[in-house]
T-cell receptor
């Protein structure tokens, strides 16, 4: 996960609160991605951005929002509208179309 | 650590043996495939990739085989070591900007 920072590693929130997860990269990659990981399931795409000031919904965007104001940063907000927010959230980058994605260390979000 | 892979298929191998992890993909139009390794509590780590115009690719102690006829991908790890214990994911590229991930296989290396 060198070059991609996600903070904090563990995050706890009360139900009904919005929470923003941080993802920063110094790889100079254009594309950035947010995935959610639940036990026994593969990674599911929430949002992605291929360029600054542009982003697209992934497969499970409902209840989430993102912004891409800087190339280095792609924060994810988990809103109170997300029914099951407790999960492991992974941020990834991709340097050029067709190349592999590099992952950050992840943030474990627990909502009670 | 994370509870990733609580209900995943598990492959148990003895240290020093070879491991073969399999993955079936669904889209015949996928043109690029990746294997990732994920240790408990960490993000996935790139292992090896292969393009659809190849059948086999080798890395250090790892080999990926692609059978497009039956849409099957496998990862072979030679001389498996305790440090290889992890969950392994395959991913396929269906569109230029997105990957689709499999559910993963847990590899347990016994001494």
């Amino acid at each position: 996960d060198g070059g991609i920072t996600q903070s904090p590693k563990y995050l706890f929130r009360k139900e009904g609160q919005n929470v923003t997860l941080s993802c920063e990269q110094n790889l100079n990659h254009d594309a950035m991605y947010w995935y959610r990981q639940d036990p026994g399931q593969g990674l599911r795409l929430i949002y992605y951005s291929q360029i600054v000031n542009d982003f697209q919904k992934g497969d499970i965007a409902e209840g989430y929002s993102v912004s891409r104001e800087k190339k280095e940063s792609f924060p994810l907000t988990v809103t109170s509208a997300q029914k099951n927010p407790t999960a492991f959230y992974l941020c990834a980058t991709q340097g050029a179309i067709g190349n592999e994605q590099y992952f950050g260390p992840g943030t474990r979000l627990t909502v009670t | 650590g994370e509870s990733v892979g609580l209900h995943l298929p598990t492959l148990s191998v003895q240290e020093g043996d070879n491991s073969i992890i399999n993955c079936a993909y669904s889209n015949s139009a996928s043109d690029y495939f990746i294997w990732y390794k994920q240790e408990s509590g960490k993000g996935p780590q790139f292992i090896i990739d292969i393009r659809s115009n190849m059948d086999k690719r080798q890395g250090q102690r790892v080999t990926v085989l692609l059978n497009k006829t039956v849409k099957h991908l496998s990862l072979q790890i030679a001389a498996t070591q305790p440090g290889d214990s992890a969950v392994y994911f395959c991913a396929e590229r269906r569109t230029a900007s997105k990957l689709t991930f499999g559910t993963g296989t847990r590899l347990q290396v016994t001494l």
